[in-house]
């Protein structure tokens, strides 16, 4: 099964955890971008990221996987931290210029305590035409665990 990891982080965690997935099941890699970036500084970021919210903002993303090169996986991981209780905004302009019709979409999320809050139901209403799995807070996983329940979701 041709797999992609596709994630949003801000400040390195939900990498981490991708990198790990596609190490253990052979996948490629795609950053969520957007085109103007957070603040580095923390508190502005957390007001920047609560306007976008609020407004359900779609911030334009630095680069979407061409048609050509989505169609040739057939299982996504999508990873994102936890931001207000939802997925970040750049997660949802990604899910909805891509061509999810008929892919197995896996979601996983790092959080600074809470839960995923409803996000991956939000994240299953965008991914149109997905078989969408329930999603998994990974914080505290080990590499070894990540690598246990990637390639549980692939049947490997
Ligand atoms: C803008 C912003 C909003 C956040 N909102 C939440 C939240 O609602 N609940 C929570 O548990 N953690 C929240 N966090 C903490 C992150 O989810 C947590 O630090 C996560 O591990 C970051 O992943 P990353 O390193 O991939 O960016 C927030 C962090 C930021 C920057």
């Not at 919210?53 to 931290?81: C, H, Q, S, W």
């Not at 302009?93 to 995923?116: H, I, Q, R, Y």
């Not at 665990?145 to 049947?155: C, G, P, S, V």
Request: proline share 5%.
């Amino acid at each position: 099964m041709k797999t992609l990891v596709a994630y949003f982080t801000y400040s390195g965690n939900t990498e981490r955890a991708a990198k790990a997935i596609a190490s253990a099941v052979g996948a490629d890699l795609f950053r969520i971008r957007p085109v103007v970036s957070y603040p580095a500084e923390y508190a502005s970021c957390t007001r920047v990221a609560k306007t976008e919210k609020n407004t359900d903002a779609r911030p334009a993303l630095m680069k979407i996987p061409t048609r050509e090169e989505f169609d040739r996986y057939d299982a996504v991981f999508l990873g994102y931290p936890i931001w207000w209780y939802d997925a970040p905004m750049p997660v949802y302009t990604f899910l909805e210029n891509v061509d999810l019709c008929g892919k197995l979409l896996v979601p996983f999320a790092l959080s600074g305590g809470s839960g995923l809050c409803g996000s991956d139901q939000a994240v299953a209403r965008a991914a149109k035409g997905a078989t969408v799995r329930a999603g998994t807070l990974l914080n505290g996983f080990s590499d070894a665990e990540i690598a246990a329940w990637a390639k549980k979701h692939l049947n490997m």
